[in-house]
Structure formats: structure tokens, C-alpha cells
């Protein structure tokens, strides 16, 4: 079965940095596309990042661009953000998930319609 399971996340000052991992098993990167989302108390979960199997290509919302970069080692079937110059604003909970579709595209609708499997989150907290 699919499997996803996220560490990395504390506690860190504004202008720091932090390195997220998600651990995949009952599936491989080179078959489905694999997202970051986050969710702040009070708020609405939004993506953050995603990669997709089929090309490499890898998405990120306007908020990270230029500070967060996400990549994956297919070898340790592991996908990992890195979030460097973190801000009070990317404070959330922070879950990779997937879907069993090889494009971003693809498994970001379906996980819109409750298909595919969420890990259980990480908690990164960015305050001084």
C-alpha cells in the first residue's frame, strides 16, 4: 500500500532554513507525481511544490518561488523541500501527497476528489 511519511519540520527564526523529507513506499517516483501542500490554522490548504515522474518538472507556488526548491533522490525513492529565508507567513502543516498519475496536473484533480493518500504532516513554525 502507499505510504508517505513526512519529517524535518521545528521550529526556526525568520531568515532561516529548514530541509523536509517525505518517505514514499508502495510506489515509485518514476510512476506517480509527488506535491507539497501546507495548511495554517485558520486557512485553506494550498500547494506548495510538486514534481512530476513523467518529465521532472517541478511547479511551485508564487509564494516560495526563489526560496523554496523541491527535488527527489529516485534512488531512495525520497522527496525533500528545501526551504531556505522562511517567513511568519510559511508557518503550517506541512503533507506530501500522491496519487497514482504520473503528471502534477493529474494528481493534484485527483486528490481534489479525495483520491490518492496524504502523509500525516509535519509542523514547521517560523517565529523569532
Known amino acids: 500500500q502507499v505510504q508517505l511519511v513526512e519529517s524535518g519540520g521545528g521550529l526556526v527564526q525568520p531568515g532561516g532554513s529548514l530541509r523536509l523529507s517525505c518517505a514514499a513506499s508502495?510506489?515509485?517516483?518514476?510512476?506517480?507525481?509527488v506535491g507539497w501542500f501546507r495548511q495554517a490554522p485558520g486557512k485553506e490548504r494550498e500547494g506548495v511544490s510538486c514534481?512530476?515522474?513523467?518529465?521532472?518538472?517541478?511547479y511551485y507556488a508564487n509564494s516560495v518561488k526563489g526560496r523554496f526548491t523541491m527535488s527527489a533522490d529516485n534512488a531512495k525513492n525520497t522527496v525533500y523541500l528545501q526551504m531556505n529565508n522562511l517567513k511568519h507567513e510559511d508557518t503550517a502543516v506541512y503533507y506530501c501527497?500522491?496519487?497514482?498519475?504520473?503528471?502534477?496536473?493529474?494528481?493534484?484533480?485527483?486528490?481534489?476528489?479525495?483520491?490518492?493518500?496524504w502523509g500525516q504532516g509535519t509542523q514547521v513554525s517560523v517565529s523569532s
Open positions: 501527497a500522491t496519487a497514482p498519475l504520473p503528471t502534477c496536473e493529474e494528481v493534484v484533480a485527483a486528490l481534489a476528489q479525495g483520491r490518492g493518500s
Open positions: 514534481i512530476s515522474s513523467d518529465d521532472g518538472s517541478i
Open positions: 508502495g510506489f515509485t517516483l518514476d510512476d506517480y507525481a
